[in-house]
């Protein structure tokens, strides 16, 4: 856009008018470090005619969307930490079989045959860890997180149940 059309003929998308609000907020201060109450957000809404229930609703949909990014970062981490052990499971068991080998005193023969093999199985494993989209991942996600809020539940009715028990 020529920077000397009149203001008048400037016109733009929803999306546009969020992504130039978005960068004029984080411009705002240089340091980055101002916040917002919750009466300041309501206020700039009203300003741009947008409804205090559209703002409630938004930030529940905002605290959703953290908390699922979170877990998300969780469940990654969880899945490396498998990874991790079994990347050093193979290694021992491979490193034994190697010097069960070489203890032969034949070189390495049959060895190299359970190294490749085992190490397919590795190379699948590291696809299927660091393979952060499509159906298969969100059904292991969705089942991570089944058995994650299951574990909560019954470690809020344990703790529940000893505090109840527990004398004064």
């Known amino acids: 856009m020529k920077a000397f059309e009149s203001n008048s003929l400037r ?12 960068l004029a907020i ?6 980055g470090a101002q916040e917002f109450s ?3 957000i309501i206020e700039i809404a009203a300003e741009l005619q947008i409804s205090s229930e559209a703002v409630k609703q938004a930030e529940c949909d905002w605290i959703l969307q953290k908390s699922d990014v979170q877990q998300r970062k969780a469940f990654d981490l969880y899945r490396q930490g498998k990874f991790k ?7 021992i ?8 080998n070489l203890l032969g005193g034949t070189g390495l023969t049959w060895s190299i045959y359970v190294l490749l093999f085992c ?3 590795i190379v699948l494993d590291i696809w299927n860890t660091f393979q952060s989209k499509g159906e298969e991942y969100e059904n292991a996600f969705q089942k991570w997180k089944r058995k ?7 470690n809020t009715v344990v703790n529940k149940w000893f505090k109840a028990f527990q004398p004064y």
Do not use: M, P
Not at 11 to 22: D, M, N, P
Not at 148 to 154: E, G, N, S
């Open 11 to 22: 016109s733009y998308s929803q999306e546009e008018v969020q992504q130039i609000l978005q």
């Open 85 to 91: 052990k079994r990347l050093g499971n193979y290694a």
């Open 148 to 154: 994650h809020q299951i574990k909560q539940t019954i």
């Open 26 to 31: 984080a411009r705002q201060t240089d340091d």
């Open 119 to 121: 190490g397919l199985g």
């Open 93 to 100: 068991i491979n490193g034994f079989v190697i010097l069960i």
């Open 38 to 40: 919750y009466q300041q």
